[in-house]
């Protein structure tokens, strides 16, 4: 059975914009509730460590710096089947391939700027809610 959580992370491109608000609408009109929330501004290391499964991709060196670059809004969206949905809500990762009505269609400036992350997994969503939360940040 699928998880009812997922991890998600509005990037620096949105953060900069001050449209967090406008991309949680999103998710929240979705019946998604965030759970656990968290604004930060990563270090390149961290940023390094968060998206390490990406290590050999030519873009890793331009991915890390871009959000290291400024705060991030890191946090768990609980609703059900909560991966496959919430990836459903955020649309393709290039913005121009995504569907109307999505966050990236809608919000993303490009695809390594596409305004935000959703777990692709219920096990890298536990792996990525861990990274920032620990159990008692979680308050439903
Ligand atoms: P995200 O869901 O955060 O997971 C990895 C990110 O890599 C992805 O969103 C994109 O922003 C980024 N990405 C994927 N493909 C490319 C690419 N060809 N060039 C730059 N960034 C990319």
């Known amino acids: 059975m699928s998880s009812n959580y997922t991890f998600s992370m509005i990037k620096p491109n949105a953060t900069a914009k001050n449209i967090t608000g406008k991309v949680n609408a999103y998710f929240e009109a979705a019946g998604f509730k965030i759970v656990a929330q968290r604004r930060v501004r990563l270090t390149l290391a961290q940023a390094q460590k968060f998206y390490e499964v990406h290590k050999e991709r030519s873009f890793y060196g331009e991915l890390c710096e871009f ?3 400024g705060p991030v809004v890191a946090q768990v969206l609980k609703g059900p089947n909560a991966v496959l949905k919430a990836r459903e809500i ?29 777990s692709d997994s219920d096990e890298n969503a536990a792996n ?11 308050c439903e």
């Open 67 to 69: 959000l290291a670059s």
């Open 90 to 118: 955020m649309g393709d990762t290039n913005p121009e391939k995504a569907a109307e009505g999505t966050i990236r269609r809608d919000l993303g400036d490009s695809i390594g700027e596409n305004t935000i992350h959703g």
């Open 128 to 138: 990525e809610i861990a990274f920032f939360f620990n159990q008692l940040d979680i």
